[in-house]
């Protein structure tokens, strides 16, 4: 080649395909092994190769992540009082919100900001928001002795059938019966856990915070405005992801942002009660405790659903943090799914890209997981990132319509790209290039998100789908 035709060559912007930036990252001398490169072989920009990360960089443990390095000391914390979360503190309510709870305090401030007209706050967002709560208002605020409620702890349509018997299927069977059924009726990822006491609230988040009971003597669970008794027969979890429309995220902080939370929240609460008479029906006992009962981030990572992040939530292989997630208990014979590891907790180190966006600091900045807690509601003990929901919520109510920031900003939750599967791929294998890939996020613009859509009403005025969920779980 001449001088001139190699300098024009050298100059021309390198296209990011698949092979420059195997190039550009070194990938393509097989550093991290074959497999993490050619298992996208198949992938061109901007597709989703099928099962690509979840066939290839998900490792099967024994031993739960949360208690594996950096983090340590989960056997140190206390079953948690949901009367200390910051949705429910006195002391914040006090504080912060002049007595009103923080839910009353944020729909106020929606309301003026609709009643202005503001773009992603409009009078057709504050319908549309408050419209989507429907199903999961009708279930957290339920009362316990109505069998017609959604979310029952007692048969809504009756136990099984006189005569029928009660279904006889092998624990491993079960197990994919269960995640056929969860899957028609809209879950992605499902898991199932062994139930651990120790993630239960002492006091649930039901009205008039019921305290939680293990019961060896109820056969048939049960739930009253004083106590909600769980028999100790039932020893099962099923936690279930539900997709929310990732297209919704890029518009956060808003009320339009907030829309796949709300409508999330109600699709939680249906989700578990069509679980729970399902499995009624074939003669067992089951509660949808949906969020209301239990930590639901350690149980999902029980049942092999995904790893700790940073920002104190879930990050799932297939769908990053962009879900909600409900659970289910039951006494249902199930093999317990076993926990996963995929290098997000190594990652989460050098990231940091939901703490460095997030409008209140409430994430912590720190190299490594410590013992610090960063508010009262915090549940101390655990060497980890203790997230700083005091001010997280304070900015959810001032600012009118939630907050999803971190979750839109995580690298896992971008969209089903051959790149974030490549990053996805080679930081469950090495930490060599996990500085490069955050860097790698910003310049191809998705660190820049929140900023670059300042105009959320778009969302009403665009024609296209909720984005499809993917096609393998
Ligand atoms: S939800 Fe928003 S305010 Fe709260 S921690 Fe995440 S980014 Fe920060
Ligand atoms: S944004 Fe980065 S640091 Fe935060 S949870 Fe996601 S991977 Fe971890």
Redesign the pocket.
């Known amino acids: 080649m001449s001088e001139k035709g190699k300098k024009e060559q050298d100059e021309k912007p390198l296209s990011l395909n698949r092979r420059n930036f195997l190039k550009l990252t070194g990938l393509a001398a097989g550093s991290v092994g074959a497999t993490a490169v050619t298992g996208v072989g198949r992938a061109e920009a901007g597709e989703r190769p099928d099962g690509a990360v979840c066939d290839f960089a998900v490792s099967h443990i024994d031993t739960p992540s949360y208690d594996l390095k950096p983090f340590k000391d989960s056997g140190k914390l206390a079953r948690f009082d949901y009367r200390k979360a910051s949705f429910e503190h006195e002391a914040l309510k006090k504080k912060s919100f002049g007595g009103a709870t923080w839910y009353e305090a944020m729909a106020d401030t929606q309301v003026k900001m609709a009643n202005k007209n503001v773009s992603g706050y409009t009078h057709l967002d504050w319908a549309l928001d408050q419209a989507a709560w429907t199903s999961y208002n009708v279930a957290y605020y339920d009362d316990p002795s109505n069998p017609a409620s959604l979310t029952t702890w007692t048969p809504f349509m009756g136990p099984l059938h006189p005569d029928l018997k009660k279904w006889e299927g092998s624990p491993k069977a079960n197990n994919q019966y269960i995640k056929k059924a969860a899957h028609f009726f809209g879950a992605g990822p499902t898991g199932v856990a062994t139930l651990k006491e120790e993630w239960f609230y002492t006091h649930s988040s039901y009205a008039g915070n019921p305290p939680i009971v293990f019961s060896d003597k109820h056969d048939t669970p049960m739930r009253t405005n004083e106590a909600c008794y769980i028999p100790r027969s039932m020893n099962r979890v099923i936690v279930m992801l539900t997709p929310t429309d990732g297209m919704l995220l890029k518009y ?2 808003s009320a339009t942002g907030g829309l796949g939370t709300s409508h999330g929240y109600s699709r939680m609460a249906e989700l578990a009660g069509k679980m729970a008479e399902f499995i009624r029906m074939l003669g067992y006992n089951a509660i949808p405790t949906v969020d209301c009962a239990s930590l639901i981030v350690p149980q999902a990572i029980d049942a092999g659903l995904g790893e700790l992040g940073r ?2 939530l879930l990050v799932n292989p297939e769908l990053g943090q962009d879900f909600r997630i409900t659970t289910v208990v039951t006494d249902m014979p199930l093999e317990a799914d076993k926990p996963i590891k995929f290098g997000v907790a190594e990652f989460c180190k050098t990231c940091k890209k ?1 703490a460095t ?7 912590s900045m720190d190299d490594e997981p410590s013992y610090k807690v960063a508010c009262p509601s915090n549940n101390p003990g655990m060497k980890k990132y203790y ?3 005091w ?3 304070e ?2 109510v001032s600012s009118g319509g ?6 839109a ?1 995580c690298p896992y939750s971008k969209p089903g790209t051959w790149i974030h599967d490549i990053v996805k791929a080679v930081s469950s294998k090495t930490t060599a290039f996990n500085r490069a890939f955050v860097k790698m996020d910003d310049v191809l613009g998705y660190g820049q998100t929140l900023e670059k859509h300042s105009d959320p009403f778009e969302w009403w005025r665009s024609e296209g789908r909720p984005k499809t969920w993917p096609k393998k779980f």
């Open positions: 956060t902080p920002n104190g939901c966006l997030c409008p209140s600091k409430s994430i997230v700083n929901t001010s997280c919520l900015f959810w939630g907050c999803s920031n971190c979750i900003v």
